[in-house]
């Protein structure tokens, strides 16, 4: 049973051409978290909501924004993709933000590629 | 500045034998530690926590240990199966939702 689902799994875009990411959990986890893992690197927070709190990482770029329309479903927007934004994009929930009980929980990731 | 670090990017250890996989961190704030397990074209998958007033946690055939003076966590499967071979990456927080991860460590589990 899938929890947190990501689509597409695969993505293809142009250079400087928007894409947006999906996901969705079934958890009814109140924080989503975006991140960005390169290839042999350590997955790295862009950002993640608290319910429609939203927070940034400081030295996330402006370039990529995200919206959680409701409980369920977390997008991330890049404005304009560069060829540094080819990465794995992870998805993840949890429930609380308690750092006793902050499991997180991802989906499989998206895989984007530049052209 | 990676402030939490897998030093060894694989490691292959014989089916039934012990696997020992280490992480150290630099940030002596963190108190929350997780191992991730991670499959190709899969997620990683939650395997076990330890909070900084332990030192041990145990589940299974897994069992996470914690030196908060030297600032280093370790991993020990025991015994190893083949199912095991994966990634496994280790995360930090000191916030409640701002983990650190390690850049993984490949694990081969040979038959």
């Known amino acids: 049973d899938a929890m947190v689902i990501q689509n597409p799994r695969y993505q293809v875009t142009q250079f400087g051409k928007p894409v947006t990411l999906s996901c969705s959990q079934t958890?009814?986890?109140?924080?989503m978290y975006w991140y960005q893992q390169k290839s042999s690197q350590a997955p790295k927070l862009l950002f993640h909501?608290?319910?429609?709190?939203?927070?940034n990482e400081a030295d996330t770029p402006d370039n990529f924004q995200s919206r959680r329309p409701n409980t369920s479903f977390c997008f991330l927007d890049i404005r304009s993709p560069g060829l540094g934004d080819a990465a794995m994009y992870l998805c993840?929930?949890?429930?609380?933000?308690?750092?006793?009980?902050?499991?997180?929980?991802f989906g499989p990731g998206t895989r984007l590629t530049v052209l | 500045d990676q402030q939490v670090k897998q030093n060894s990017p694989s490691l292959s250890v014989q089916e039934g034998r012990i696997s020992i996989l280490n992480c150290d961190y630099t940030?002596?704030?963190?108190?929350?530690f997780l191992w991730y397990k991670k499959y190709p074209a899969e997620g990683p998958t939650f395997l076990i926590s330890?909070?900084?007033?332990?030192d041990k946690n145990e589940d299974g055939r897994f069992t996470v240990f914690l030196n908060k003076s030297a600032k280093h966590l370790s991993l020990h499967i025991v015994p190893s199966q083949p199912g095991d071979s994966a990634v496994y990456f280790c995360?930090?927080?000191?916030?409640?939702?701002?983990?650190?991860f390690g850049t993984g460590t490949s694990l081969t589990v040979i038959p």
């Open positions: 993840a929930t949890s429930r609380v933000v308690a750092t006793w009980d902050n499991t997180q929980y």
């Open positions: 940030n002596s704030m963190f108190d929350y």
């Open positions: 995360a930090a927080s000191n916030t409640g939702n701002q983990f650190y």
């Open positions: 330890i909070s900084s007033i332990k």
């Open positions: 958890l009814n986890h109140n924080v």
């Open positions: 909501y608290y319910d429609k709190d939203f927070n």
